[in-house]
């Protein structure tokens, strides 16, 4: 049964639950993605994303590949929320959604282009970590 099918509708002016996305990433591999040469992979993140993992610890492949699961887990979210409705996948750009921290390394996302158009209105709640070689996160989409 889908959350569509159980009439589990918010009533007006709650917020309800529209999807739910997570997203795993080999951190080696993740690095050998980096690595490679001529590739374009690290201009899926933002400017502000990069230069936040260079001011890190130094481990740029182990930040960068949470905030990657980060991305992915959003994608994810969003595609569940669509459910019997067709994806929207070429509308992403992974550049479009931006993994921003507060004062305390809170991770919060940040939407632009056309996957902020359509989330406009919905609020992306985020958890990121990581242990080992794995960088993991989860996303969840609330929205009206």
Do not use: C, Y
Not at 36 to 42: D, I, L, M, S
Not at 84 to 96: A, E, G, K, N, Q
């Amino acid at each position: 049964m889908t959350a569509a099918d159980s009439g589990s509708e918010a009533k007006p002016g709650e917020m309800s639950v529209l999807g739910v996305g997570i997203d795993i990433v080999s951190i080696p591999e993740f690095a050998e993605q980096l690595r490679q040469p001529g590739t374009t992979f690290a201009d899926r993140f933002t400017v502000g994303e990069r230069r936040d993992s260079a001011a890190g610890t130094g481990d740029d492949a182990r930040h960068l590949a949470a905030r990657w699961a980060a991305k992915e887990a959003v994608v994810k979210a969003w595609s569940v929320s669509r459910f019997s409705r067709s994806p929207l996948l070429p509308l992403i750009r992974h550049s479009d959604i931006e993994v921003v921290t507060d004062t305390w390394g809170r991770p919060a996302i940040r939407l632009s282009g056309e996957i902020g158009n359509h989330l406009r209105d919905t609020v992306v709640h985020v958890s990121l970590t990581h242990d080992g070689d794995t960088a993991a996160a989860v996303a969840i989409l609330e929205g009206r």
